[in-house]
């Protein structure tokens, strides 16, 4: 992790607590952050809820200032218009969403999304003044066939192309294997393609922005091995799935500065 990059710790909660459940999750999580007097400053810690649940979470976040940032699990490459079911990236800035997730591997596996609807949607997301967060990572085919930084760079430069250099995006290099199974990467894997990722940035959109993009790590992240990801130079923080679902967990994780110094 680079000093200059402000570490983000994301928890997707995926389709998990309904909206009376957010509210109870949240004032647990914005309680146990204060007790364990967590430093907002330090860290970035941002919450994936719902599509139903987002409001709720607006509301509290609003109300008692807590030191969390909001983001939707998805957009539709559109803002308005006869698209039944979907959401417009412009009602999720109205809800003060600062993040987007953009081409999870689960939306590319259940809903078909291709390289050129992940790059709509990453445009949909900036064109409504929100910071997409686009998920790349490869399968255990792929890993077998390409190895492990092709199918991930591929995904990012396919985005990176139809996107103007300078825009703020984040990115999340998430192997499809690591997700759910409670087999993580090892550091030095995220690590060796993170730095690939960050190479690609700078091949496309060149220094500034491959110095200040942020480059997440996800799959089976807990509070036992996240240390060892965020020691890594190329590594800005995590999006975390189940063990964001566990406020004493994610607490952990988002308090990892702790468990770096100490080791
Ligand atoms: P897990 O942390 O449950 O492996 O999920 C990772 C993920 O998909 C986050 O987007």
Redesign the pocket.
Known sequence: MATTRRPLIAG?WKMNLNHLQSIAFVQKLAWALKDKKFNGQEVEVGVFPPFTDLRSVQTLINADDLPLTLGAQDLSVHDEGAHTGDISGSFLSALECTYVLVG?SERRADHHEDDDTCAGKVQAALRNGLTPIL?VGETTEDLEKFGASKVPVDQLSAVLSAIPQGSDIVVAY?PVW???SGQAATPDQAEDVCRALRETIRTLHGDDAAESTRILY????KSTNIAGFMKRENIDGA?????SLDVDEFVAIARFPQHVSVE
């Open positions: 997707n999870h998920c998430e690591a997700i759910g996800g799959g089976s992240v999006l975390v799935g189940g063990a």
